[in-house]
């Protein structure tokens, strides 16, 4: 399916983010290229085949081209088709000299396995998303898109920081059934979180009644203090 995998340390690095809308119809390209492309649909439709496989990525569809993949179109890209593309560098998980594995959401949850995450997790981005008018992640690319047009001198210090959070973003997205990733919640909380969380919130309750009953007391003596004779 040519997947695009990545290491959970590794930052990509935006070449073009841009916004056009299609003004004469034509056929897809026929080439491959060194770069991954991000595309997402605003309006209309995007047939590509790309190795042999035929994807038609339709109006709040995302897709990811993966570089060095042979694509092309057979079919009319028409005139009004409107889309958003992102250029982008990122190190294959295979190019990594260490092994990895695949990263788990779990991991997240055991603090001991952080920093062993940063360096050997492996995360995969699905091939394609749908249903994403109105996300966030719609808005995310068109503040993107915004921001690579601006005359911001220091935005190449935080293109890639906001194009990473977008990934992480298409990546959380296969967890949910949800459209949006804002909406996103946890299905099931574990028991024993749930018990700590009871002994915490106890905990704090009484920590604030004895701090209540202490200012209480204060506010008493301050004020038998005022009354006391000069």
């Given at each position: 399916m040519n997947q695009i995998s990545y290491r959970l340390s590794d930052i990509p690095c935006v070449s073009i983010a841009d916004q056009r809308i299609v003004t004469v119809s034509y056929k897809h390209l026929d080439r491959t290229r060194p770069f991954h492309v991000l595309l997402y649909v605003l309006k209309g439709q995007i047939p590509i085949i790309e190795d042999n496989t035929e994807y038609i990525i339709g109006q709040g569809s995302l897709f990811f081209s993966k570089k060095n993949v042979h694509?092309?179109?057979?079919?009319?890209?028409?005139?009004?088709?409107?889309?958003?593309?992102?250029?982008?560098?990122?190190?294959?998980?295979?190019?990594?000299?260490?092994?990895?594995?695949?990263?788990?959401?779990?991991?997240?949850?055991?603090?001991?396995?952080?920093?062993?995450?940063?360096?050997?997790?492996?995360?995969?981005?699905?091939?394609?998303?749908?249903?994403?008018?109105?996300?966030?992640?719609?808005?995310?690319?068109?503040?993107?898109?915004?921001?690579?047009?601006?005359?911001?001198?220091?935005?190449?210090?935080?293109?890639n920081v906001m194009f990473a959070e977008i990934l992480a973003d298409c990546y959380q997205l296969q967890f949910s059934n949800l459209n949006t990733v804002s909406d996103m919640r946890v299905e099931e909380i574990p028991a024993d979180m749930k018990e700590k969380a009871e002994e915490y919130r106890a905990a704090l309750l009484e920590a604030v009644a004895e701090t209540e009953q202490m200012l209480n007391v204060y506010a008493d003596f301050c004020e038998k203090s005022l009354c006391m004779p000069v």
């Open positions: 694509h092309w179109g057979e079919r009319m890209i028409k005139a009004g088709t409107s889309l958003i593309f992102v250029h982008f560098f990122l190190p294959d998980a295979d190019e990594a000299d260490i092994p990895c594995e695949e990263f788990s959401p779990q991991f997240s949850l055991e603090r001991r396995r952080m920093a062993f995450d940063y360096e050997h997790s492996l995360i995969t981005l699905p091939k394609m998303l749908t249903n994403l008018n109105g996300s966030e992640i719609e808005y995310k690319l068109q503040e993107l898109v915004s921001y690579y047009n601006s005359d911001d001198v220091f935005k190449k210090l935080h293109l």
